[in-house]
């Protein structure tokens, strides 16, 4: 048998595989939490576990790119120039959403403050596990390779909407773990699937607008970051996060900028030339 032969289904292997990988990390998780050791111990293994999709990329890669240079692959995801008027406008966009849904809290909140965070220090320390799990560990896998790839295929609106469902999906453990029950969990995951599917999209848009990775990374940062800055209600969060997302998705749909989404196909075909020869 040749070791090198070619996935025929690459995404669904990775997508497959990213789950076997987070299993067993997820439950370590778990059993870490149980047994009380250190917060610094649970964080760090927690980050671990949010990298499984960038194992499962790692380990499928020569499947997937024959011949292909896997540290080539990565550095090529962050090679284009940052355009500054896609930093702006996802910068702008996310916290126009965190103060919208300040402004919701604020009003309602009957607690001291409204903010989780009572000093830089843990501030700061948030602000880099934030970074240091889901952006860095999970956007390789699923916006540079497995949004890359079903483009060749399907439209980036489509391959957005598909990946966010799977990536959606992936968090299934997680939902167990909120202590929601009935109704109230049912809430929960619509809303985060609402959520996660909205900002997919506007992830795959800004991406093919500016072709670097750190805009999904970016955009991924933002979204945990700032729910978690906030201290109310998590259904209420993310209810109001549902809400928001989804609309900032439907009207970058419509406005579609330079047919990124649909329509003319500008997007990542630079990939498809150097990883297909």
Excluded at 114 to 137: D, Q, R, V
Excluded at 142 to 159: D, I, N, V
Excluded at 193 to 218: D, R
Aim: glycine share 6%; net charge positive; charged share 10%.
């Amino acid at each position: 048998m040749n070791s090198n032969k070619k996935l025929k289904k690459p995404v669904a292997s990775f997508i497959f595989l990213t789950n076997l990988i987070f299993l067993p990390l997820f439950c370590l998780v778990g059993a870490i939490k149980l047994l009380g050791f250190p917060t610094w111990v649970f964080d760090l293994v927690l980050c671990i576990s949010a990298w499984s999709s960038t194992f499962a990329f790692a380990i499928l890669f020569k499947k997937i790119y024959s011949g292909q240079s896997f540290i080539h692959f990565v550095k090529n995801k962050f090679q284009t120039k940052l355009k500054l008027s896609v930093v702006i406008s996802v910068s702008m966009l996310q916290a126009f959403i965190f103060l919208l849904i300040l402004f919701l809290v604020w009003n309602i909140s009957e607690v001291n403050s409204i903010f989780t965070k009572s000093s830089w220090g843990m501030l700061f320390y948030y602000f880099f596990k934030t970074l240091l799990s889901g952006p860095l560990g999970e956007e390789l896998g699923w916006r540079g390779f497995a949004q890359t790839e079903l483009q060749k295929k399907h439209s980036p609106l489509k391959a957005s909407v598909i990946i966010g469902f799977w990536w959606g999906m992936w968090h299934l453990p997680i939902w167990f773990t909120t202590g929601f029950i009935g109704i109230d969990l049912i809430k929960y995951v619509l809303f985060f699937m609402i959520s996660i599917i909205s900002t997919s999209i506007i992830m795959a848009a800004f991406y093919n607008l500016n072709q670097n990775l750190l805009i999904p990374i970016f955009i991924h940062l933002f979204f945990n970051f700032y729910i978690g800055l906030i201290n109310g209600n998590l259904l209420d969060l993310i209810m109001y996060n549902a809400i928001f997302y989804v609309v900032a998705a439907v009207l970058i749909i419509i406005i579609n900028p330079k047919n990124v989404l649909y329509g003319k196909k500008t997007t990542n075909m630079m990939d498809e030339e150097q990883y297909n020869i």
